[in-house]
Nanobody, 128 residues
């Protein structure tokens, strides 16, 4: 079983920055931790969960949603099994619960249905 724990959310003002963290731990099928990629999604009240960014552990390939490109940056620390989401110039429309997810699939994965493991989410609230 794989556990994902997010942190770093909070209440901020428009224009400020946050860095979300997601620490992964656990084993799959009795083997050493073997997650291939991780991603961030967010869900605002009354809206569907949407893809934000993803990264692969193998080569550090990343993809960021067009809607947040230029303000959101995903990165990872393999040694710590941790992925980060740097969010700059926050806007009120960024208010949402941000979820970290892990997939055993290779490559950058943007489809939430292809992620097997999910964190509990961290709330980000941006005031104007």
């Amino acid at each position: 079983q794989v556990q994902l724990v997010e942190s770093g959310g909070g209440l901020v003002q428009s224009g400020e920055s946050l860095r979300l963290s997601c620490a992964a731990s656990g084993r799959t099928s009795g083997r050493t931790f073997s997650i291939y990629g991780m991603g961030w999604f967010r869900q605002a009240p009354g809206k569907e969960r949407e893809f934000v960014a993803a990264i692969t552990w193998s080569g550090g390939d990343t993809k960021t949603a067009d809607s947040v490109k230029g303000r959101f940056t995903i990165s990872g620390d393999n040694a710590k099994n941790t992925v980060y989401l740097q969010i700059d110039n926050l806007k009120p429309e960024d208010t949402a619960v941000y979820y970290c997810a892990a997939t055993r699939l290779a490559g950058v994965v943007t489809n939430s249905r292809l992620y097997a493991y999910w964190g509990q989410g961290t709330q980000v609230t941006v005031s104007s």
